[in-house]
């Protein structure tokens, strides 16, 4: 088919679970004989290295520079617009909205837009034409501001949570557009139902299991790994609480344990706020895999989130085992003992931890579960025919929406 896919960020090089998924659902499409036209509008140049992992993938690539953050016009929108901050910085966007207009004069089998933040542009040309779409949220968008709530300064805190509520309006008006809303788990798809009355679809998030088969832990290594991009307050949060609660108690009974902190956007100042050398700060890394096989599990201590967690799905399929909380496994169809430990509380963590150090039996059970059930139900190729079932019923709704459009002009002119 083809497809016309928008996106809010280059998804090279893959630095979030976001970008990972849209790296991996083009390359398995691409693979699957799909002819994908993407339009980028980034904050950040097209770089060659991006070029290169993405032009083959697509018969088109075409970048639009996004406005600077800190652009006047950013900062009158979101005091006097209504629409809400994240959706102001993406969108009201003229170079963006013409472009996609030209490109709607082509004939498309599938109009693909990511996020409900990026919509603004694309509204007008779609209600104009009464063009058929589908619109893919990987979160509740407007559930995220509360991560960071806590973390603002009290002043900001009524402007937060105002910003919410201009985002649960926007929410509704975009996702009751669409004509599929595709969600990337169960969870998800049913609020997004929810909300709009309508069956949500779901493609779910991904894993490429090949990649990771010959990686096994290292139980001996006492090396916790963490995993996630610190653009997102969820994982400042987790690796907070971790140093601050869970590791000291750890050391106490085992001083050996040492975690690796692994993401895009490290923060500088955490070097010399936790100077420990048992805390190794790696930074981004595009290649997990011999970190993994050096590290004895996988520790995710989240206390905010939705969606999906691509990098715990990376941890299970390299055979790490997984300590978390119901945060971490949130949108996944696990089971708390068999593919993973969860816990809620920092006395219990670090008690499950320091015991699951000393039982590498225990380890490789939960290796073995986990592995064998992201191969199940999680694997780039289950996405991608999951998403070709939504392209091919939305496919068919285009002549339909063509044949109205042609009766509406007809009309108009008599």
Same mark, same amino acid.
């Given at each position: 088919?083809?497809?016309?896919?928008?996106?809010?960020?280059?998804?090279?090089?893959?630095?979030?679970?976001?970008?990972?998924?849209?790296?991996?659902?083009?390359?398995?499409?691409?693979?699957?004989?799909?002819?994908?036209?993407?339009?980028?509008?980034?904050?950040?140049?097209?770089?060659?290295?991006?070029?290169?992992?993405?032009?083959?993938?697509?018969?088109?690539?075409?970048?639009?520079?996004?406005?600077?953050l800190q652009s006047p016009l950013n900062l009158f929108a979101a005091f006097y617009l209504c629409?809400?901050?994240?959706?102001?910085?993406?969108?009201?966007?003229?170079?963006?909205?013409?472009?996609?207009?030209?490109?709607?004069?082509?004939?498309?089998?599938?109009?693909?837009?990511?996020?409900?933040?990026?919509?603004?542009?694309?509204?007008?040309?779609?209600?104009?034409?009464?063009?058929?779409?589908?619109?893919?949220?990987?979160?509740?968008?407007?559930?995220? *501001?509360?991560?960071?709530?806590?973390?603002?300064?009290?002043?900001?805190?009524?402007?937060?949570?105002?910003?919410?509520?201009?985002?649960?309006?926007?929410e509704a008006r975009v996702l009751r557009q669409a004509s599929e809303v595709v969600a990337v788990?169960?969870?998800?798809?049913?609020?997004?139902?929810?909300?709009?009355?309508?069956?949500?679809?779901?493609?779910?998030?991904?894993?490429?299991?090949?990649?990771?088969?010959?990686?096994?832990?290292?139980?001996?290594?006492?090396?916790?790994?963490?995993?996630?991009?610190?653009?997102?307050?969820?994982?400042?949060?987790?690796?907070?609480?971790?140093?601050?609660?869970?590791?000291?108690?750890?050391?106490?009974?085992?001083?050996?344990?040492?975690?690796?902190?692994?993401?895009?956007?490290?923060?500088?100042?955490?070097?010399?706020?936790?100077?420990?050398?048992?805390?190794?700060?790696?930074?981004?890394?595009?290649?997990?895999?011999?970190?993994?096989?050096?590290?004895?599990?996988?520790?995710?201590?989240?206390?905010?989130?939705?969606?999906?967690?691509?990098?715990?799905?990376?941890?299970?399929?390299?055979?790490?085992?997984?300590?978390?909380?119901?945060?971490?496994?949130? *949108?996944?169809?696990?089971?708390?003992?068999?593919?993973?430990? *969860?816990?809620?509380?920092?006395?219990?963590?670090?008690?499950?931890?320091?015991?699951?150090?000393?039982?590498?039996?225990?380890?490789?059970?939960?290796?073995?579960?986990?592995?064998?059930?992201?191969?199940?139900?999680?694997?780039?190729?289950?996405?991608?025919a999951q998403l070709e079932g939504i392209y091919t019923r939305l496919a068919t709704q285009r002549?339909?929406?063509?044949?109205?459009?042609?009766?509406?002009?007809?009309?108009?002119?008599?």
């Amino acid at each position: 088919m083809r497809v016309l896919w928008t996106l809010p960020y280059l998804p090279w090089p893959t630095t979030s679970g976001n970008k990972t998924r849209q790296f991996h659902l083009l390359r398995t499409l691409a693979q699957r004989g799909h002819r994908i036209t993407l339009l980028v509008q980034s904050k950040i140049p097209l770089s060659e290295a991006a070029r290169e992992a993405l032009e083959p993938l697509v018969e088109r690539l075409i970048v639009l520079p996004r406005r600077p953050l800190q652009s006047p016009l950013n900062l009158f929108a979101a005091f006097y617009l209504c629409y809400p901050m994240r959706a102001s910085i993406n969108g009201l966007a003229p170079h963006l909205r013409h472009r996609f207009e030209q490109l709607l004069e082509e004939p498309w089998d599938v109009i693909q837009i990511e996020h409900s933040y990026s919509f603004q542009p694309f509204e007008q040309a779609l209600k104009a034409r009464g063009l058929p779409f589908l619109l893919s949220e990987h979160n509740i968008e407007s559930s995220m *501001g509360a991560a960071c709530q806590d973390r603002l300064p009290l002043w900001l805190r009524p402007f937060n949570s105002f910003d919410r509520w201009r985002y649960r309006r926007w929410e509704a008006r975009v996702l009751r557009q669409a004509s599929e809303v595709v969600a990337v788990s169960p969870s998800d798809a049913e609020q997004i139902s929810q909300l709009t009355g309508r069956h949500t679809a779901l493609a779910v998030n991904g894993v490429d299991c090949e990649h990771y088969r010959h990686i096994s832990s290292c139980p001996h290594s006492q090396r916790l790994l963490f995993v996630g991009n610190f653009e997102y307050g969820a994982n400042l949060e987790a690796i907070e609480w971790a140093l601050e609660e869970i590791l000291p108690q750890i050391w106490q009974s085992n001083p050996a344990v040492r975690l690796a902190v692994v993401g895009n956007a490290l923060p500088n100042h955490w070097k010399l706020r936790w100077n420990d050398p048992r805390i190794e700060w790696v930074g981004y890394l595009p290649d997990l895999r011999d970190l993994q096989r050096h590290s004895a599990l996988f520790f995710a201590p989240l206390r905010h989130g939705g969606g999906c967690k691509i990098k715990l799905l990376e941890a299970m399929a390299a055979g790490l085992p997984v300590v978390t909380t119901h945060h971490g496994v949130s *949108g996944l169809a696990v089971r708390n003992g068999e593919h993973y430990v *969860g816990c809620e509380d920092s006395d219990t963590l670090a008690l499950t931890i320091t015991q699951l150090l000393n039982q590498p039996w225990r380890l490789r059970q939960l290796s073995e579960a986990a592995r064998q059930f992201v191969g199940e139900r999680h694997d780039w190729d289950m996405a991608a025919a999951q998403l070709e079932g939504i392209y091919t019923r939305l496919a068919t709704q285009r002549p339909l929406a063509e044949e109205g459009l042609a009766s509406g002009l007809l009309r108009s002119a008599e």
